[in-house]
């Protein structure tokens, strides 16, 4: 289970605060795959950074059952957006995806049949010994969350981690990050800028308002858990929560303009 | 594979030809024609001559310059990632970069001697330079998405230096080490050519100051091929040894 209890992060730079977050409480249930959308800008990398351990926020606290979180947490793996700046260049794909393990101080042979097994939960069997700048985006985000997996996390976060592959690609990907939480019961929080992209995944989505960022709204996805990226985009009910979800994201950046002055 | 070495071999051929020709009917006593060089390198370099010159030379050049790399690479990494040590070191770095080298022969000769021990200082001493602030620059610029992913996955302490540190500055160690390694030469036969009892700078200056001119230029030219052989050796090491990097890079370019 994740909790954000008054997340705060104020940037201090010699002249000026910025403040990115102001406030922000939520809860992701274990076993939940939870969805954060908002406007561009709106400090969604920062707050993944605070949950991840890698940057300290000024107020509140993130807790991973229930332990708080100061450092990167151990059950905790992230998958980030530049997938080219994520993998190692100098190692093997599946180099790549046992040195966290090799880190875990796992013996070898569990290492190697949880490689084994990860590599083919992505689809991505026969490429074990390819470098990660040998394969195309769609398959280096591929090793990006076979490695994920593979460390056993019982909290994956994702950050926008689709936004840099083409289309088709992506609708495989959605397809696959579903169906591993529902085989392994992972509680995973995913945040994205796309909101057909949230409402399709998650159970729930958050919405965030614009710098300095709060909670704008919060969504229950009512869509049944067997989806599919051609029934449920048109089902009805899929179009009348990405409008709400729309609407609030809009709300939101028209509150961040203090004047709405005249357009030049 | 043939064509390659038939450019390679090509250029040097023709400079080479015409010098033969051009020295063949010259009267010149500094400047000898290219036949008697060549027969005098023949009678020159000996295996014997070989072992009792050229080996020194080469055992205080790799001396010295092993001694920069490890040195060079050590206190590159730790001021590269210490933004303190940074701070405090690099104007002192920047300060003992700007002196030429060759200057402190004379002065370590009053520390260390006119032994083996004074040259592989003084190319020590040339050579870490480059290493050492290549390094710095490299381990400052690791990317920040793998520094965070390496956090993250909790590789920290000795395995974030040999699996993220290390290999991430790699390409601008091997930069710095190429550059030593042309400095690591010159510095060897200067050191050499001041106070040595042996070794290849010792020798050529010995050939001019006897006027063994033929003598003198066979010097020279073994002091070249030397250079290229070791420089070709270097170009397979580094093949071997960033593989990865040249594969990303040209990936890169490919989009």
Request: glycine fraction near 8%; hydrophobic fraction near 50%; aromatic fraction near 8%.
């Amino acid at each position: 289970m994740l909790e954000v209890i008054g997340l705060r992060k104020v940037y201090r730079t010699d002249r000026r605060e910025v403040e990115a977050l102001r406030e922000l409480t939520f809860t992701v249930g274990a076993g939940e795959l939870v969805c954060l959308v908002g406007p561009s800008g709106c400090g969604k990398t920062t707050l993944l950074r605070c949950i991840g351990g890698l940057l300290e926020p000024s107020g509140g606290t993130v807790r991973v059952d229930s332990a708080p979180v100061a450092g990167p947490p151990a059950g905790m793996a992230v998958v980030f957006q530049e997938y080219g700046r994520s993998l190692f260049p100098w190692m093997s794909v599946r180099d790549n995806v046992a040195l966290p393990l090799r880190q875990k101080k796992l013996p070898r042979g569990r290492v190697n049949s949880l490689v084994g097994e990860a590599l083919q939960a992505v689809g991505l069997e026969g490429t074990e010994t390819a470098y990660p700048w040998q394969l195309s985006g769609g398959m280096q985000q591929r090793v990006a969350i076979a490695r994920a997996v593979a460390y056993e996390p019982s909290i994956l976060l994702m950050d926008e981690p689709f936004a840099a592959v083409d289309a088709q690609t992506r609708a495989d990907l959605e397809d696959l990050v579903r169906s591993l939480w529902q085989r392994l019961g992972v509680t995973i929080l995913f945040v994205t800028h796309d909101i057909d992209e949230a409402v399709y995944l998650g159970q729930r989505v958050i919405m965030l308002s614009a710098s300095p960022t709060v909670i704008q709204d919060e969504l229950t996805v009512d869509l049944p858990d067997k989806r599919n990226q051609l029934h449920t985009r048109a089902d009805p009910r899929f179009t009348a929560l990405r409008t709400h979800v729309y609407e609030q994201i809009q709300a939101a950046k028209i509150a961040a303009q203090p004047s709405p002055g005249p357009v030049r | 594979m043939i064509r390659r070495l038939l450019m390679v071999v090509s250029l040097p051929a023709v400079l080479f030809a015409i010098w033969f020709a051009a020295s063949l009917s010259s009267e010149n006593f500094y400047a000898p024609p290219l036949r008697t060089i060549l027969v005098a390198f023949k009678d020159t370099w000996t295996p014997d001559r070989l072992r009792a010159d050229v080996l020194p030379s080469l055992g205080r050049l790799l001396a010295g310059y092993a001694l920069a790399a490890v040195a060079g690479v050590t206190i590159g990494v730790a001021i590269g990632v210490s933004k303190r040590l940074r701070a405090a070191a690099e104007p002192v770095l920047e300060f003992f970069r700007a002196i030429p080298p060759p200057v402190l022969v004379p002065v370590i000769m009053l520390f260390a001697g006119i032994g083996t021990s004074m040259k592989v200082i003084v190319i020590a001493f040339g050579c870490v330079w480059p290493v050492l602030l290549n390094t710095v620059e490299g381990v400052r610029a690791v990317d920040s998405v793998l520094s965070d992913t390496s956090r993250s996955y909790g590789i920290s302490g000795a395995a974030r230096l040999r699996h993220l540190l290390l290999p991430a500055a790699s390409p601008q160690i091997v930069t710095g080490l190429r550059q030593a390694l042309s400095i690591a030469i010159i510095l060897m036969v200067i050191s050499e050519m001041f106070a040595a009892s042996n070794g290849l700078g010792f020798t050529v200056v010995q050939f001019q100051r006897s006027f063994a001119i033929p003598e003198m230029w066979s010097g020279i030219l073994l002091l070249g091929l030397l250079g290229f052989a070791l420089s070709e050796l270097f170009r397979l090491a580094e093949r071997a040894a960033l593989g990865w990097y040249h594969g990303l890079r040209s990936a890169q370019r490919k989009g």
